[in-house]
């Protein structure tokens, strides 16, 4: 079946540092790809998303993009800034499906 | 965006008792909601989908009889956990889908319920 592989947290970094979260995905055919946060206290929020290979999603600062020859998403963001702390979650949703497939989350504290 | 609450945010409850977890979507009218359960440092696994009106789909491995779900209206949907244990205790989360919004991805997510069963 679908899955969803994320780089194991915490992360810690200093502000203004480079982050990449790892992402992976096993699917049968051709899914689109997410990306969710969820800051403190909050729901999950759609942060970007790519629909087809090679696709770039991208909000907020953060990108990824849609590598179907490594099966991956990884995400991005070139400086980041203590409002990023959050939990962020990679997902695959199948086309003609509403069922999102979650990885297991990565922990991402910025400190100042 | 649109918003989505859960209520209640905690709930603590004896071994044996049933308990009610309301989801509501706020500013839009959801034809499909989504029940998830979270253990910690895990993902997300969803339950089941429901649709207004209809009852609702399981997925392998939920026990309908133990997670009862009804989606009596377009803004609410409930997911009661029937003769709890502690092995019920987790994090619930549900979703909601904006038809409006356009495309079938769009889930809007509450902020979960956190169970513990004593």
């Known amino acids: 079946g679908n899955s969803v592989t994320q780089m194991e947290g915490p992360v810690t970094l200093s502000e203004e540092a480079f982050l990449t979260i790892n992402c992976t995905y096993t699917a049968t055919g051709y899914p689109s790809l997410f990306w969710y946060v969820q800051y403190p206290g909050e729901g999950l929020q759609l942060l970007l998303k790519?629909?087809?290979?090679?696709d770039k999603g991208s909000n907020k600062g953060f990108e990824a993009t849609y590598r179907k020859e490594t099966t991956s998403f990884h995400l991005e963001k070139g400086s980041v800034q203590v409002s990023d702390s959050a939990v962020y979650f990679c997902a695959l949703r199948d086309k003609g499906a509403q069922k999102l497939v979650f990885g297991q989350g990565t922990r991402l504290t910025i400190n100042p | 965006g649109a918003v989505v609450s859960q209520h209640p945010s905690r709930v603590i409850c004896k071994s044996g008792t049933s308990v009610k977890i309301e989801c509501r979507s706020l500013d839009f009218q959801a034809t499909t909601m989504f029940w998830y359960r979270q253990f910690p440092k895990q993902s997300l696994m969803l339950m089941a989908t429901s649709n207004e009106g209809s009852k609702a789909t399981y997925e392998q491995g939920v026990e309908k009889d133990k997670f009862l779900i009804n989606h009596a209206s377009l803004t609410l949907s409930t997911l009661t956990v029937t003769s709890a244990h502690p092995e019920d205790s987790s994090f619930y989360i549900c979703?909601?889908?904006?038809?409006?919004?356009?495309?079938?991805?769009?889930?809007?997510f509450g902020p979960g319920t956190r169970l513990t069963v004593l």
């Open positions: 979703s909601a889908r904006d038809p409006g919004s356009g495309g079938s991805d769009t889930q809007y």
């Open positions: 790519a629909t087809k290979a090679d």
